[in-house]
């Protein structure tokens, strides 16, 4: 008997489980409805001044025209947008969650405390339109475009933007962490002063934008194309640049400890008053790169090439300079405190008053460097086994 009960509790349990997974893998079902009934569901039978937000979900809205409409106080979550025109339109505490607004267009609209989080706004178009507070969160923007659009006081945190076009916009007092932006052209954009932490953006195309005191902790722009960019006084703390290319990028006095920019090729660009400890900088390559007055202790810049490069007052001691190229650099006034020079190239580079207490040169490629005006160079190592030294 006890067998049998058990037997009968088990057939129940795995009949009633089954029902909620056929349940659950149910597709909703969408009430098929034309322009004219559209009009009248949202316009003639409801009329809403207050706060309550009736819902009407489950209608199939694709493909309608409500260019230049005024839509308040509505709950139009997980309806179907698909392909329709918002044109000039003015939406005003609506809800829109999970909506599914694929080819969807928004030129010219103005949308105001509306909540688009988790929405499908795959291939939609944002021409000259104003976000005002509004919730974006995990909604899917792929293949967007937007152009000249204005976000203010929004919410596109964990949103995806993969593929997405986004030019002169400006966004402000925005939340844009964990937004996922592979493969991206983004340009004359303002970013400044949002949160944008644990974002990536690799792969993208970055041109002529502001990220000025961001938070872009731990980001990612690895394989990343950043030409005249800036990014003065931003928060870069443990972000990946790796295979990057920077071309006229400014770190101005940006917080960057734990930066990665392992292979990148940093060319005219600012790196001067930068927090650049413990980054690794190995293989990479700086052309013409301002690096005066910035720290870089502790950093990794193995087979790094850094030619011609001033980087003067500069915090160097226990960096790693291993088998790097710093010929005709100049590192006047800086500290190199155990620094690692270990087979490098320092021909015909300067370290006039720098402090190389205890740096060691083993290896080094001495010909025509500087040494005679550096600090503690009795205490240095290495000379007796260095290539080209001559002894002051």
Not at 167 to 181: D, I, P, T
Not at 277 to 287: D, I, K, M
Not at 289 to 316: A, F, G, H, P
Request: net charge neutral; with cysteine; aromatic share 12%.
């Amino acid at each position: 008997m006890y067998k049998l009960l058990r037997l009968f509790t088990f057939v129940f349990v795995a009949i009633f489980y089954s029902g909620c997974a056929l349940l659950s893998n149910e597709q909703p079902r969408y009430e098929q409805i034309d322009q004219e009934q559209a009009f009248s569901i949202l316009f003639d039978e409801h009329q809403f001044t207050n706060d309550v937000l009736p819902s009407m979900s489950q209608y199939d809205f694709s493909g309608m025209d409500f260019s230049h409409v005024k839509l308040s106080f509505y709950n139009l979550g997980f309806n179907q947008f698909s392909s329709t025109n918002f044109t000039s339109a003015n939406l005003n505490k609506v809800i829109l969650h999970a909506g599914n607004f694929e080819n969807a267009v928004f030129d010219n609209a103005t949308l105001i405390n509306v909540d688009l989080s988790g929405a499908n706004l795959k291939n939609a178009s944002f021409i000259n339109t104003r976000f005002i507070n509004v919730n974006l969160k995990g909604a899917d923007l792929s293949n967007a475009r937007m152009e000249h659009a204005l976000v203010s006081n929004s919410d596109l945190s964990k949103a995806v933007l993969n593929d997405t076009i986004i030019k002169h916009s400006k966004f402000e007092n925005s939340k844009l962490n964990h937004v996922v932006m592979f493969y991206s052209q983004v340009d004359s954009c303002d970013f400044s002063g949002n949160n944008i932490k644990f974002s990536n953006w690799s792969g993208s195309k970055i041109t002529n934008s502001k990220f000025i005191n961001s938070i872009l902790e731990r980001s990612k722009f690895d394989y990343s194309s950043l030409e005249n960019n800036n990014f003065t006084a931003s928060v870069l703390v443990n972000s990946s640049w790796q295979k990057a290319k920077l071309n006229k990028v400014s770190l101005f006095q940006s917080n960057a400890i734990g930066l990665r920019l392992t292979g990148a090729t940093i060319i005219d660009s600012d790196f001067s008053s930068a927090d650049l400890r413990e980054t690794l900088l190995e293989e990479s390559e700086f052309v013409n790169t301002n690096i005066n007055n910035s720290n870089l202790e502790l950093s990794k810049l193995n087979y790094s090439k850094l030619e011609n490069i001033d980087m003067i007052n500069t915090l160097l001691s226990k960096a790693n300079f291993y088998r790097a190229s710093l010929k005709n650099s100049n590192l006047q006034e800086s500290k190199a405190k155990w620094t690692s020079f270990v087979m490098s190239d320092l021909s015909n580079a300067s370290f006039d008053n720098t402090d190389i207490h205890k740096a060691d040169f083993r290896g080094a490629n001495l010909l025509n460097t500087k040494l005679k005006q550096a600090k503690n160079l009795k205490y240095a190592i290495g000379f007796d086994k260095a290539d080209n030294y001559n002894s002051p």
